[in-house]
């Protein structure tokens, strides 16, 4: 996947300012995803900043594209701010059927386990908060758990989360040096769409930073013409 003419560097990693995700069976062409947002997983301790993860989030941005039509009626000419208050925005980004892709690169390692519990447990709040938490979604979520469980994220692993723009599995694919990709499928739209708001959820995300870049690209993205 990817055309990587152009890079944008986050904590030292560079990721590609556009990425061509492939259509595969459905019949349709390629799709360029630009990179809209970006931003780190950190916590502190002992007033020391510790960084995990760097964020890409790459959509389809096209002028006459769904997605910037989608959302231009409500939000255009929003400043950035505003958007970054508005949880409808955030979701609206989840909801719009359009292909998606979130590129996590380790910077700092821990073993897969921890990095699995962790979105056990934001995806099973958020799915329980939104009464859609059943035998199906609890099956889904303990497929990806189990998929995390014997990883190591070394500095420099790659978990990407590739969402389709219509029904149909969502993709993550963990990438390492030295062991070729695995991947495992996400067949439960709940558990894929409470997984998009891990990282996309507004103000409950997980990385405020990549919230506040997508506010500020989408507010550019969606200013009226001069």
């Known amino acids: 996947m990817g055309s990587e003419k152009e890079t944008v560097t986050v904590e030292g990693i560079p990721f590609p300012a556009e ?19 970006t931003g780190i997983t950190d916590i502190e301790i002992h007033f020391l ?7 890409g989030v790459y959509l389809p941005t096209s002028v006459d594209g769904p997605l910037l039509a ?15 208050g508005d949880e ?10 359009v ?11 821990i073993k897969g386990a921890q990095y699995g519990v962790q979105l056990e447990s934001a995806v099973r709040d958020r ?8 035998d199906d979604e609890d099956e889904a979520l303990e497929k990806v758990v189990e998929f995390f469980q014997a990883k190591y994220f070394r500095p420099g692993s790659v978990v990407t989360f590739r969402f389709p723009a219509t029904p149909g599995p969502a993709e993550i694919t963990f990438a390492t040096e030295g062991k070729g990709d695995a991947s495992v499928a996400v ?9 998009q708001k891990w990282y996309l ?26």
């Open 201 to 226: 959820g507004g103000a409950s995300a997980v990385s405020p930073t990549t919230v506040r870049s997508l506010a500020e690209r989408f507010a550019a993205l969606l200013s009226p013409p001069a």
């Open 88 to 97: 409808a925005f955030f979701q609206a980004l989840v909801d719009a059927p």
């Open 49 to 55: 900043q510790i960084k995990y993860n760097a964020i």
């Open 70 to 84: 989608r959302l231009r009626g409500t939000w255009g000419g929003k400043a950035a701010d505003e958007l970054l």
């Open 187 to 195: 067949e439960n739209d709940n558990v894929a769409a409470m997984v």
């Open 127 to 134: 799915l329980v908060a939104a009464d859609a938490f059943g």
């Open 99 to 109: 292909p998606k892709l979130l590129r996590v690169v380790v910077i700092k390692e």
């Open 19 to 37: 990425i061509t995700v492939e259509a595969g069976g459905s019949g349709k062409p390629a799709a360029a995803l630009s990179l809209v947002g």
